[in-house]
């Protein structure tokens, strides 16, 4: 992971173990055990878990209509959230209009656009894995220690990305990472909302240092952060 406290400096030491944080001005970068957590100047919270996932944290005082893209307007608002990245005033209500016009390609991962046609559910195409994302989807999702989050985050709509996705996806499918995907994400959100998930990846399920290894060869080291802050321990 690469960071830059501004668009020009160079962030040249390295940052080390898990549970310490880095501190310059009123920017704090800190690392827990499966998050690289920044806090920006105007206490915006960018949290990313280094492989598919992040979120962006706004405090409760941020005003409305300041924000644009997937994190929509910010403002109680969701037919005005489809805001095209090509103008402010561009809006659709096609999510796949909306997804193509921001996304982020480059020559290393290309990023192609997504028609109307491709938005099939892929279970319809492979009607085996369904079965069994099913099956593994709720033997974990709905069973200690998930279930502790169940009054606050309602499982469902997690459990129908988690078997959609573990039909369509290719990625890693032989190391389980479209269910740990899932589980990861339902596992963050129930954090965000007071009621941490504790001790739910093991050796057979989601390893954490596999999870590591993964990120490490994807282009995205977990271990090595740069930046030009003095590490301090967390406490």
């Given at each position: 992971?690469?960071?830059?406290?501004?668009?020009?400096s160079g962030i040249n030491a390295e940052y080390g173990g898990e549970g310490m944080a880095a501190h310059h001005t009123n920017l704090a970068i800190q690392r827990t055990a499966e998050h690289l957590i920044v806090t920006l100047p105007n206490k915006i919270v960018i949290q990313w878990d280094g492989l598919h996932m992040g979120f962006l944290i706004l405090p409760d005082?941020?005003?409305?209509?300041r924000t644009c893209g997937m994190c929509g307007r910010y403002n109680n608002d969701m037919s005005r959230d489809y805001y095209m990245k090509h103008g402010r005033t561009d809006i659709t209500t096609n999510p796949l209009e909306f997804?193509?016009?921001?996304?982020?390609?480059?020559?290393?991962?290309?990023?192609y656009d997504v028609s109307p046609r491709d938005d099939v559910d892929?279970?319809?195409?492979?009607p085996e894995r369904k079965a069994e994302g099913q099956v593994l989807c709720q033997q974990h999702l709905y069973q200690v220690p998930f279930t502790s989050c169940h009054d606050t985050v309602d499982?469902?709509?997690?459990?129908?990305n988690c078997v959609r996705d573990w039909c369509g996806s290719e990625w890693r499918r032989s190391q389980k990472l479209p269910l740990c995907n899932a589980l990861g994400a339902?596992?963050?959100?129930?954090?965000?909302?007071g009621v941490p998930i504790s001790s739910w990846r093991s050796s057979d399920l989601c390893p954490i240092d596999e999870i590591k290894e993964i990120t490490m060869e994807e282009g995205c080291p977990w271990n090595e952060l740069e930046y030009d802050f003095e590490l301090d321990p967390q406490e």
């Open positions: 992971v690469s960071t830059q406290s501004t668009g020009s005082d941020f005003p409305e209509d997804g193509n016009s921001w996304k982020y390609t480059n020559t290393y991962r290309p990023c892929p279970c319809d195409y492979f499982p469902a709509l997690y459990f129908q339902y596992a963050t959100t129930c954090e965000l909302k």
